[in-house]
């Protein structure tokens, strides 16, 4: 990771062309050749970036920046303020947090929670994509692949969907069918869901620790 803090003006060249002019800001260069521009009131929006793959071309005053399709950012530079680089090594990835990798722990021992006669076939099933959190079995012995989130968005549905297609071309398992079970499910998530035939179930995880409410309820 590079981190230049310069004066500097951003002019993109490509299907069309953007301008930046003359301020002060944060250059960020990563090690897959990413080059973004940001400013200090942006949030993490950049301004304006190439992403990889591409190339840098430097000489005194000048960044270009060239993808493989032509499009050049060209970067001029009055004044460099501060250039830091550090290696980051390889990421180990986003690590689920303890509330929603004890929802899959709690689910996987008790796979009836998400249907009478479920029972489980293995915690994070290895696929080409990225591990399943539960894949089960129904009353019928139907494979169903289980989608685990805090909070079900979009996202998890598009998730769930590449796992249950990927999975439904083994023979063994197929067919498969899913359920994105959640402690919460916003509404665009469950119309995706019941348009794409997956089952939405929502997890009250105190119940599933075993802890009963204090307060009164109807029903």
């Known amino acids: 990771m590079r981190l230049v803090i310069a004066r500097c003006s951003v002019d993109y060249i490509g299907r069309l062309t953007a301008h930046l002019p003359?301020?002060?800001?944060?250059?960020?260069?990563?090690?897959d050749g990413?080059?973004?521009?940001?400013?200090?009131?942006?949030?993490y929006k950049p301004l304006n970036w190439m992403s990889p793959p591409c190339r840098i071309e430097e000489s005194p005053g000048v960044w270009r920046v060239v993808n493989k399709g032509g499009e050049e950012l060209r970067i001029t530079i009055e004044e460099v303020l501060h250039d830091f680089s550090h290696?980051?090594?390889?990421?180990?990835?986003?690590?689920?947090?303890?509330v929603?990798?004890?929802?899959?722990?709690?689910?996987a021992a008790a796979p009836t929670t998400l249907g009478e006669g479920f029972t489980l076939i293995r915690r994070e099933y290895p696929t080409?994509?990225?591990?399943?959190?539960l894949l089960c079995r129904d009353?019928?012995?139907a494979t169903v692949a289980v989608e685990i989130k805090r909070r079900a968005t979009i996202d998890a549905v598009e998730q769930l969907t590449r796992y249950r297609e990927l999975l439904g071309r083994d023979p063994l398992l197929a067919p498969v069918s899913g359920i994105l079970a959640a402690q919460t499910i916003v509404p665009q998530a469950r119309t995706l869901a019941s348009d794409?035939?997956?089952?939405?179930a929502i997890l009250d995880y105190d119940a599933l620790r075993g802890i009963e409410r204090d307060e009164l309820t109807l029903f």
Not at 22 to 31: G, H, N, Y
Not at 34 to 43: L, N, P
Request: negative net charge; proline residues 4%.
């Open 196 to 200: 794409r035939g997956i089952r939405c």
């Open 87 to 98: 290696e980051l090594g390889v990421d180990p990835g986003l690590i689920k947090d303890g």
């Open 128 to 133: 080409a994509i990225g591990p399943v959190d």
């Open 100 to 107: 929603e990798a004890h929802l899959q722990e709690l689910l």
């Open 22 to 31: 003359l301020a002060t800001r944060l250059l960020m260069v990563k090690a």
């Open 34 to 43: 990413s080059v973004s521009i940001h400013a200090d009131d942006k949030a």
């Open 139 to 141: 009353a019928s012995s």
